[in-house]
Structures are given as C-alpha cells and as structure tokens.
C-alpha cells in the first residue's frame, strides 16, 4: 500500500481478555517499529524489527506483550489479559534499511480497556 | 530514561508569526535527529531530519538547527498558518530505534 496501515483503528475490549494489533508496513520497509502513546504523552518504544527477528525488544512493558512478524512484512502485537492501564493509542512505523532512515508512521490503534 | 526533551510543552503563536520550537538531548553520540508533526487522531508525520554532521538544514517554510556544543535543537517555522497547528517532536534516531520527547503543542492565533 501507499503508507502503512493499521488495524483496526478503534478496539474497546474488556479488561482480562486477550487483544491482537495489526501493521502491515510500507512494502519493501524491512524495519518495522512499535510504539505507544497515552493520551498526551511523547511515544513510547515498544520493539523493533528487522525482517523477521526483533533485535530490540526492551520496550515491551511486561511479559503480557509480544509481538511477531512474519514474511519480513505483517507484524501482529498482542497484549494478553489486558489491563486498564494498557489503554493508548499503539503506533507502528516502519523504514528502509539503515540508522539513519526517515520513519513513516500509520495512525494508530486506539485501544480502551474497560 | 529518556535521552530528548523538549523545553516548552506548549506554544502559543499568532498567525503569520515564526515558531520556535525547542528540544535538548543528552546523548553526545546521536547522530540523527528528526521532527515530527503529528495532528489529533493521526500519526506522527515526518517534517525535517538533520544529521550530526549538519548545523542547519532548511525545508519547506522550515528550518532545523543543531547545535551539537550544548545538544540542542530547534524547529523554526516561518509564517506560522493555522494548518500548522498540532504536537511537534523531536527525535534521536540512535540504534535503529527512534526516541521521543514529550512533544510541544503548538496553537496558531488568528
């Protein structure tokens, strides 16, 4: 596609159940990157990849969170048993190869955990 | 802890005015620095980037400076539109991961 896409754009889920987010990245982008946002706040890392393997995952908060991708495009994060405090938009971006690459940004998935 | 900061969470500006925005980093070693706009409900949006071996880059109605002596930066933007209200970011890409400041949310006056 033109830019990366997200899905879905709005999740409202019970706290307790599990919940996967979707990013299907810029083709030919083999860096991949999550990140979240509470409301107001600057963007919190969560994991990088590149291609398939997640060099950097220190940002995932707890063992809740995972992320995966597969064929060096779609990336799926699941939270699992979902907290309140899990509430924010998640950001994916993904870039070319390289340090020092322009990141494009999709637009988010809004979660709010009841 | 983080390595960027912004000096200001928020910026009041008339329309027509220059906009400063302002952002300091800790880390010596970064060499790559970015801006970025983002608009309520949307994604942050690549505005300018600049690289450690720059002291200005220009764009747009935009301008990057970097001042690597006491790792600052700053956003310049000329004749400030409305269309140029939202939250603008700075940040250090180092690593392959790209981190953030908390964002300075700029307002245009009419």
């Known amino acids: 596609g033109a830019g990366v896409s997200q899905s879905p754009s709005n999740k409202v889920t019970e706290k307790g159940k599990d919940v996967e987010l979707r990013c299907d990245p810029i083709?030919?982008?083999?860096?991949l990157y999550w990140y979240r946002q509470s409301l107001g706040q600057g963007l919190e890392f969560l994991i990088y990849?590149?291609?398939?393997?997640?060099?950097?995952k220190s940002g995932l908060p707890s063992d809740r969170f995972s992320a995966e991708r597969t064929g060096g495009s779609v990336s799926t994060l699941t939270i699992q048993r979902t907290q309140q405090e899990d509430s924010a938009v998640y950001l994916c971006?993904?870039?070319?190869?390289?340090?020092?690459?322009?990141?494009?940004f999709g637009q988010g998935t809004r979660l709010t955990v009841v | 802890g983080e390595s960027v900061g912004l000096h200001l969470p928020t910026l009041s500006v008339q329309e027509g005015d220059n906009s400063i925005i302002n952002c300091a980093y800790s880390?010596?070693?970064?060499?790559?620095f970015i801006w970025y706009k983002q608009e309520s409900g949307k994604g942050p949006q690549f505005i300018i980037d600049?690289?450690?071996?720059?002291d200005k880059r220009q764009g747009q109605r935009v301008t990057v400076l970097l001042n690597k002596t006491v790792k600052h930066l700053s956003l310049q933007i000329a004749a400030t539109q409305p269309g140029d209200s939202a939250v603008y970011f700075c940040?250090?890409?180092?690593?392959?991961?790209?981190?953030f400041g908390a964002g300075t949310t700029v307002t245009v006056r009419a």
């Open positions: 971006a993904s870039s070319l190869p390289g340090a020092n690459t322009e990141a494009f």
């Open positions: 083709s030919g982008h083999t860096a």
């Open positions: 990849f590149q291609g398939n393997s997640a060099p950097d």
């Open positions: 880390n010596s070693a970064s060499d790559y």
């Open positions: 600049i690289r450690s071996n720059m």
């Open positions: 940040a250090e890409n180092r690593n392959y991961k790209l981190s």
